[in-house]
């Protein structure tokens, strides 16, 4: 069992996890629990492969599927226990961004030889199941939200891009990318930080032309 | 014309119906109804098409295309003579997702020959043309509402997949994945039945870390 | 370099375009600009390709991002220029959706032969942008302000596989799609044209089954 492997599961049962907690944040039934979960566990690399021209990871091999479920009824009994599931739901889903961000970029360049595909396939693959879960269970988008999120999957995945390049080993540019995009997410996280924001006025109301 | 041949224009047809009407609860003009049932009729299909890693059904036999079309243009003529149509919509809907679980499990089945990928399969085939129409017409998704909806699918497609491989015939394997989903459906729709939900208190806003 | 990869660059930068326009008019940073201007950019070709069954056609050839990227990047130092971000935004649409619309029913008849098809293409490719760059961005879906948009794709697309059918050359039925869905849409964006629309009760509550 190399880095790979131990990213990609880490990648899919910790975004099942969050979708999970979405779930119960918005007291769904096991079922909409196991949908949820499963969508935000696979949906990221469902998209990445299909871009690359791949077969879908899980129609290969199922066990993906049955690591969400298994996530998601674990959940399910157990997240009435956790102090704040929005905190729990933002950390994992930290946590699967910078593994996840990593492998989509290992498989781009696997797949395609170019690092400006693997680059765009690891933002995507980090983000990708986040943004579903969010527009499936009707939350505001996290793209809209004053956070540093697509930025870390962008980081991971170029750190990963450039320590291959430069000829470093599999296991030590899957570090080097997964710290990268870890730390930018959780210091986000944990401070506030944010990128400087377009600093004009928003947006009128779109029935507004001025 | 065998019984899966059935179930898949049953499926294209009454959910673009759906499609269509949820146009016609917005007030759309033709050309909205033509999208949105084109959309619904044909979206699952083509995400689990695409999943399989098989030809897009569409792209190969143009005549599903017209059947949204000309559903469409009827729906557009004649649905002021509907007393409800939202309910309407639910029945049609019901249908079309107890019909397509099945195809969709069908066509996994035997694309993979994985029991697992082809239970994913229909239930998101069963599912995915309702939630992109409610997503594009803004209404709520049906994920979020306390609605057995997903678990009919997965109850159809579960049907479907043990009595294909305790080796009954495909006809009959239909039957019973058709009728335990419209079974499910109709019931919970007939009842406001639902399976007992996440009992901890809702989420908070998001914003809201605590 | 012909008259179809003149449209789909044009495609491509000017729908990039927009999702920096849409990034600039909700404040977001110079991350959530580069990556609303790619999913609008390259959203719509990128399912086009898929359904196809053809590679998708930027992880082919990279520049097409590099392309939004550089958009992206313009229009963050310079949007605080422009008078109505809003009105750019819906007339770098409007351009970039006739483009598009012509250059996705070429690529649909080049891959199938099948009008019907082509035809679904170029309005999918035309409109599958922008629809994806107001989900993702939180604005109410264009497919259901009372607007001329769909179809003026749709009038490209047929226009462009009807000149295509009945023998003109490649540049000059590009022309005719190209202006055909350019001048419904901007008459249409100009005098506030619309199809008239289903004049019926709109639909009730969802929660609300009378």
Chains 1, 2, 3 share one sequence.
Not at 105 to 129: D, E, R
């Amino acid at each position: 069992m190399n880095a790979m492997v131990v990213l990609d599961f880490v990648g899919v049962g910790l975004f099942a996890a969050t979708g999970a907690l979405s779930a119960s944040r918005k007291q769904l039934d096991i079922i909409g629990f196991l949908f949820l979960a499963a969508v935000t566990g696979v949906g990221g690399g469902t998209v990445r492969d299909l871009i690359l021209g791949v077969s879908v990871f899980w129609v290969i091999e199922p066990i993906y599927i049955l690591v969400c479920g298994i996530t998601a009824t674990m959940i399910y009994f157990t997240a009435h226990l956790l102090e704040s599931r929005y905190r729990w739901l933002l950390w994992l889903d930290a946590v699967a961004l910078s593994a996840y961000c990593v492998f989509g970029a290992y498989k781009g360049l696997l797949a395609t030889g170019s690092p400006v595909v693997a680059i765009v396939m690891g933002t995507l693959t980090g983000t990708l199941g986040g943004i579903l879960r969010d527009v499936l269970a009707n939350e505001p988008s996290v793209l809209l939200r004053r956070e540093i999120y697509v930025t870390a999957a962008l980081a991971g995945a170029v750190a990963f891009v450039v320590a291959d390049v430069v000829g470093l080993t599999e296991p030590v540019s899957a570090v080097a990318g997964f710290v990268a995009a870890l730390a930018i997410r959780g210091i986000g996280l944990a401070l506030g930080w944010a990128l400087p924001t377009y600093r004009s006025r928003p947006g009128c109301n779109p029935d507004n032309m001025g």
